[in-house]
C-alpha cells in the first residue's frame, strides 16, 4: 500500500484567484494521477502526472487550467487556475502501486475540498 | 471516457443481511475492475479487484463477480455492518491504462 498525505485539506476562495494543491507520498511510485469529485458525483481523472515531462490530460481538462508538477517519485501538485464556482469539488491525488502478481492498485489521498465563492 | 454505470443510486439493507451492489461497463476491451468504497470525507479505499479473465474473486466479507458476457460487475457484501455505510464505486481500467469511475451507489445499512 501507500500512504498518501494531500493539502490543504479544505479551502474556501474568492473567484479569479489560484489554488495549489499539494500531494506527498511515503514511497517512490510510477504513476500518480489527479481526479476531480464533483458534488455527489463519481470520480473524474484530470491527469496523469509524469516525473520530468508535462502532464497527460484527459478530454476537457487543460494545461493552462489545471498546471500540474511532478518533480519527482513522491510528490506532485495541481493548480487549479482562475477559480470560478464550478471549480468547487473534491480534488484527488492518486497513485498506483504494483501488488504481487503484478496487480496494480490504486490508492487514494483524503482529498481536497474547495469551494469558491 | 467510458460508460461505467451503476443500476441503482441508493440501497438500504438491514444489518446482517447481505447486500448486492451492481454495475455495468460499456468497454468490451477493459481488462481490470476494482471496487471502491467512499465514506463520508474521506478519499476511495480499495476493496477488491478482479481481472477480465476471471469471473469471481473473494475477499473477507465481500465477493466480486464479472460477467463479461453482459459486461456486468457486481460486488457482494456478506452479513452488512453499519460500518459498510458508504458510496461504492465500480471502476474499469481501459486500453490506456486510466481509471474510469461509475456513478455510485450509496449503501446504508439500518441496525
Known amino acids: 500500500s501507500a500512504v498518501i498525505s494531500q493539502k490543504p485539506s479544505r479551502d474556501i476562495c474568492q473567484r479569479g484567484t489560484s489554488l495549489t494543491i499539494q500531494c506527498q507520498v511515503d514511497?517512490?511510485?510510477?504513476?500518480m494521477f489527479w481526479y476531480r469529485q464533483q458534488p455527489g458525483q463519481s470520480l473524474t481523472l484530470i491527469a496523469t502526472a509524469n516525473q520530468g515531462s508535462e502532464a497527460t490530460y484527459e478530454s476537457g481538462f487543460v494545461i493552462d487550467k489545471f498546471p500540474i508538477s511532478r518533480p519527482n517519485l513522491t510528490f506532485s501538485t495541481l493548480t487549479v487556475s482562475n477559480m470560478s464556482p464550478e471549480d468547487s469539488s473534491i480534488y484527488l491525488c492518486s497513485v498506483e502501486v504494483v501488488g504481487q502478481g503484478s496487480n496494480e492498485k490504486l490508492f487514494f489521498g483524503s482529498g481536497t475540498q474547495l469551494s469558491v465563492l | 471516457g467510458e460508460s461505467v454505470g451503476l443500476h441503482l443510486p441508493t440501497l438500504s439493507v438491514q444489518e446482517g443481511d447481505n447486500s448486492i451492489i451492481n454495475c455495468a461497463y460499456s468497454?468490451?476491451?477493459?481488462?481490470?475492475f476494482i471496487w471502491y468504497k467512499q465514506e463520508s470525507g474521506k478519499g476511495p479505499q480499495f476493496i477488491i479487484d478482479i481481472r477480465s479473465n476471471m469471473d469471481k474473486r473473494q475477499g473477507q466479507r465481500v465477493t466480486v463477480l464479472l460477467n463479461k458476457t453482459v459486461k456486468h460487475l457486481s460486488l457482494q457484501i456478506a452479513a452488512t455492518q453499519p460500518g459498510d455505510s458508504a458510496v461504492y464505486f465500480c471502476a474499469e481500467r481501459n486500453g490506456a491504462n486510466n481509471l474510469f469511475f461509475g456513478t455510485g451507489t450509496r449503501l446504508t445499512v439500518i441496525p
Open positions: 468497454n468490451s476491451a477493459s481488462d481490470y
Open positions: 514511497s517512490q511510485v510510477t504513476m
